[in-house]
Each structure stands twice: as structure tokens, then as C-alpha cells.
């Protein structure tokens, strides 16, 4: 299957600081990328839809000035969380999909997820 | 009501067992479906996608039935290593793509 890649895998810093975090598409171009949260014990939380070129769409509740999303190529997006706070602690996850031809659904591939601590 | 609802579990099964899983969708628009799975601090991985047809991979066998607006993934000869959370997931909608999670039911195997 493809690969997603996301570094960093953890990330621990203090409060009002920045993280960025890089999610790759590595053997293939990804037509859109996928930006989730996941606290313990709940289920995967769509943050944002990004699209190469164009500004992320942002789900409600979720602030797009504080969880800036860059998507540079077709083979990067970025999140970055902006003056991040304990309660942005979190399992943040990416994904991307690839159309396949003569495929009428659309497969998400997941990154590995990067863990964020903010103390 | 949520949009794509789960039992959360836990299902407690020794090896060898047959076990079911039931997700319903709330979205009649709803396009594509999923099971994907979960493992504890790991990233979700996709187990199988969800045809009308029904379809089956291995051990696993998914179902969907539109008019009531439920999946099901069955799970043969359960082995120990089967022990994950389950994620039903549902794309799209009249407005475009869209994905929606369950929360995910988990399952553990036994010796």
C-alpha cells in the first residue's frame, strides 16, 4: 500500500509555544490530505481537508488561525499549532488519498501520527 | 444521534471464535465505506472496504446494507493477534468528500 510518513513522531514543548508538523506522501502524489486528532479513548476527529494549492477547509469548532495548515505540493502538507496549549495535547494524525484508476472509492492512507505534550 | 455509530466493546473472545461488529451510518448520501483497524498508540491501517456485494478477505467478511443503513464486519477463527479496535468509516456526502469515524469498537482475543 502507500506510504504516508509524518515527522515529528513526538513532540514536547511548553506552553505558548509553536510545533510544526510535516506529513509526506512518499511513492505517490496525493490528490488531498486529511488532518485528525485523536484524545485517548475517542475516536479519530477530522481537524481539516487540504487541498495542494489551495486554503484548507477547516471542520467546525476548529480554529484555522490557531491550526495553520500549508499544502505546499502534492506530496506535503503541514500542520502547524500555534501557541499551543496543555489541551492541544494530543495524537495528532494525517492521511492522504490517491485516486486509483477504475477505483470508485477513495482509500485514505494514514501516517504514523505524531504525538504532541504541551506542559 | 451521531453519524456513524458503534458498539464500543469491549468483546472479550477466546482463539478460534467467530465474532460480529455492527456500525451504522446516519447519511443516506453516504458513498463509501470502510472498516479499518487500530492498534493501541498506533495510526488507523485499512482492514477492507465495504461493497454493496459484500466481500470477503481471508477471515473477514464485510457487509452493507444500504436500505438500513448498517455494516458489519465478521471475524472468523479469531486469533490473538486480531485483538485491536475496529473503525467503521463512512466518505462522502452531498456536498463532497467527507469521512466520518466511528469511535471504533474494541476487541480482545484470548489463549
Known amino acids: 500500500g502507500a506510504v504516508v510518513s509524518q515527522h515529528p513522531s513526538w513532540v514536547i514543548c511548553k506552553s505558548g509555544t509553536s510545533v510544526k508538523i510535516e506529513c509526506r506522501s512518499l511513492?505517490?502524489?496525493?490528490?488531498?490530505m486529511f488532518w485528525y486528532r485523536q484524545f485517548p479513548k475517542q475516536s479519530l476527529m477530522l481537524m481539516a481537508t487540504s487541498n495542494e494549492g489551495s486554503k484548507a477547509t477547516y471542520e467546525q469548532g476548529v480554529e484555522k488561525d490557531k491550526f495553520l495548515i500549508n499544502h505546499a505540493s502534492l506530496t506535503l502538507s503541514t500542520l502547524t499549532v500555534t501557541s499551543a496549549h496543555p489541551e492541544d495535547s494530543s495524537f495528532y494524525i494525517c492521511?492522504?488519498?490517491?485516486?486509483?484508476?477504475?477505483?470508485?472509492?477513495?482509500?485514505?492512507?494514514f501516517g504514523p501520527g505524531t504525538r504532541l505534550l504541551v506542559l | 444521534r451521531k453519524e456513524v455509530e458503534q458498539d464500543p466493546g469491549p468483546f472479550n473472545v477466546p482463539e478460534g471464535a467467530t465474532v460480529a461488529f455492527n456500525c451504522t451510518y446516519s447519511n443516506s448520501a453516504s458513498q463509501s465505506f470502510f472498516w479499518y483497524r487500530q492498534d493501541c498508540r498506533k495510526e488507523p491501517k485499512l482492514l477492507m472496504s465495504v461493497y454493496s456485494s459484500g466481500n470477503e478477505d481471508g477471515r473477514f467478511t464485510a457487509q452493507l446494507n444500504r436500505a438500513s443503513q448498517y455494516i458489519s464486519l465478521l471475524i472468523r477463527d479469531s486469533k490473538l493477534s486480531d485483538s485491536a479496535t475496529y473503525l467503521c468509516?463512512?466518505?462522502?456526502?452531498?456536498?463532497?468528500?467527507?469521512?466520518?469515524f466511528g469511535a471504533g469498537t474494541r476487541l480482545f482475543v484470548k489463549a
Open positions: 492521511s492522504a488519498t490517491s485516486w486509483t484508476s477504475g477505483r470508485t472509492q477513495e482509500t485514505q492512507y
Open positions: 468509516v463512512v466518505n462522502g456526502d452531498t456536498g463532497g468528500f467527507k469521512t466520518i
Open positions: 511513492d505517490f502524489q496525493a490528490t488531498t
